[in-house]
């Protein structure tokens, strides 16, 4: 379990991650950080006692670490979580910027029908910077914004697409094969299907859209940077996001279970998600049917490598009615 922070590497007891033993420890090591640099705001304030709390207080499993396919750059531990950093923070190698968020999303789809039976199906990896990304970015500046301006710290739930078209391959099959990530890409032909048009022709939309906006994942975050080790670090961080994320599973332990006569409150749909993860999800709809589901993290370190840390939503909203939910079988 390489490249985890101090406090959480002094948790590991047989290659399993423990809760820290108090939340002084988890304090104890972010005064040891740069957000010891700068007073943080109230906002600033609020938002790092409730990440510092999940760490000390959520389940082990819930914050997931990653390793790299590639050979990406060191980042320092412990590392600044992102969404929660009070200074801004130039090595965007280590720290997601602009914002931070990320939301992995899933998809139930059963007309036509996409992936196995009992499983939801992976939509993607999304990036939801802050607004500041879409006019000139505070974090290139090298100063702390006014207060009341938008600020390096803000997730606000908007996000910037199509970052790099440079980037943008058509040929993420071929790349996954030529790094030997057959496993991955055979998982992907099963749990990251489209159900119109090609599982290709879908990759290569996520990867354009979203990937190419997370930082960490830019050509000079490897030192010895070979085309494609990008593309293969994303799809591996969102595949082994996705295998700790059975919607599936977790709706069936509350008796919500595909029907075709059964209905659900949102309620009971979103309870149900919040209950092994202890955060809350981001639930869609169409024409009343439950259709897709948004989890969201912010990442300590790089998407590569980083710590994945459950967040509430920010900035979203769910759009299923409150009563009536269908959840269609896939049939």
Same mark, same amino acid.
């Given at each position: 379990m390489a490249n985890l922070p101090p406090l959480l590497t002094s948790n590991l007891e047989d290659g399993v @991650?423990?809760?820290p033993s108090s939340l002084s420890s988890v304090l104890e090591s972010i005064r =040891?950080?740069?957000l010891a640099d700068a007073m943080p705001s109230l906002r600033s304030l609020t938002k790092f006692a409730f990440g510092a709390a999940q760490f000390a207080f959520l389940a082990p499993q819930n914050n997931v670490a990653l390793a790299s396919q590639a050979s990406s750059v /060191?980042?320092? !531990?412990?590392? !600044? @979580? /992102?969404?929660h950093n009070t200074t801004v923070q130039t090595n965007t190698c280590c720290f997601n910027a602009p914002g931070g968020q990320l939301l992995q999303t899933q998809f139930w789809d059963t007309n036509p029908v996409a992936g196995p039976a009992k499983s939801w199906t992976i939509h993607?990896?999304?990036? &939801?910077?802050?607004l500041s990304n879409l006019s000139p970015s505070p974090f290139l500046t090298n100063k702390l914004t006014p207060f009341s301006s938008l600020r390096p710290d803000r997730c606000d739930g908007s996000y910037a697409a199509n970052c790099d078209p440079t980037r943008a391959y058509t040929n993420i099959t &071929?790349? @996954?094969k030529s790094f030997g990530a057959t496993t991955l890409l055979n998982y992907m032909t099963i749990y990251w299907p489209s159900n119109s048009g090609t599982a290709e022709s879908f990759w290569e939309h996520e990867w354009g859209k979203h990937g190419t906006c997370i930082s960490t994942l830019e050509k000079k975050c490897y030192p010895s940077y070979t085309a494609g080790s990008e593309v293969v670090d994303f799809? =591996?961080?969102t595949v082994n996001l996705f295998k700790t994320l059975? /919607?599936?599973?977790f709706l069936a332990a509350a008796s919500i279970l595909p029907s075709t006569t059964q209905t659900y409150t949102s309620a009971s749909i979103l309870a149900a998600l919040q209950k092994p993860r202890g955060v809350s999800a981001i639930i869609q709809c &169409? /024409?009343? &049917?439950?259709d897709e589901i948004w989890y969201f993290y912010d990442v300590q370190g790089s998407v590569q490598t980083g710590m994945f840390v459950p967040q509430n939503p920010v900035g979203a909203s769910s759009n299923c009615p409150a009563m009536g939910v269908k959840y269609l079988p896939k049939a």
């Open positions: @991650l423990k809760a =040891n950080s740069s /060191s980042c320092p !531990v412990p590392g !600044v @979580l /992102s969404c993607g990896l999304w990036y &939801a910077p802050p &071929a790349i @996954l799809f =591996n961080t059975d /919607s599936y599973s &169409a /024409s009343g &049917a439950l």
